[in-house]
């Protein structure tokens, strides 16, 4: 079975920075499509970035492009999503998500996820 657990929320100013991140279980993260969705109050659960299993490929939402970035280590089975220039739209609860494939974690299809961490831009 594939554990997730986040970290590294909190709340910040507009503009600010923060660094969140997913540590793997015992089994190895490299065979996994790994990203980060997000939950807004009353929204819908929304794609945000994806890597991988090699980390060469990544894709990113329209809406943080540019500013944040996914990245992945596979020897500490650990994936990270740095966020700059972070703006009010931006505050949700933040999950990471690992899948077999680039298509089923976009569509939320046999997907494991972490609990999540919560995100707080102010304005």
């Known amino acids: 079975q594939v554990q997730l657990a986040e970290s590294g929320g909190g709340l910040v100013q507009a503009g600010g920075s923060l660094r969140l991140s997913c540590a793997a279980s015992?089994?190895?993260?490299?065979?996994?499509?790994m990203g980060w969705f997000r939950q807004a109050p009353g929204k819908e659960r929304d794609f945000v970035a994806a890597i991988i299993g090699s980390g060469s490929i990544t894709y990113y939402a329209d809406s943080v492009k540019g500013r944040f970035t996914i990245s992945r280590d596979n020897a500490k089975r650990t994936v990270t999503l740095q966020m700059n220039s972070l703006e009010p739209e931006d505050t949700a609860v933040y999950y990471c998500?690992?899948?077999?494939?680039?298509?089923?974690?976009?569509?939320?299809?046999?997907?494991?996820w972490g609990q999540g961490t919560q995100v707080t831009v102010s304005s």
């Open positions: 998500a690992a899948s077999y494939s680039v298509g089923a974690l976009r569509g939320m299809r046999n997907t494991y």
């Open positions: 015992q089994l190895s993260s490299a065979n996994y499509v």
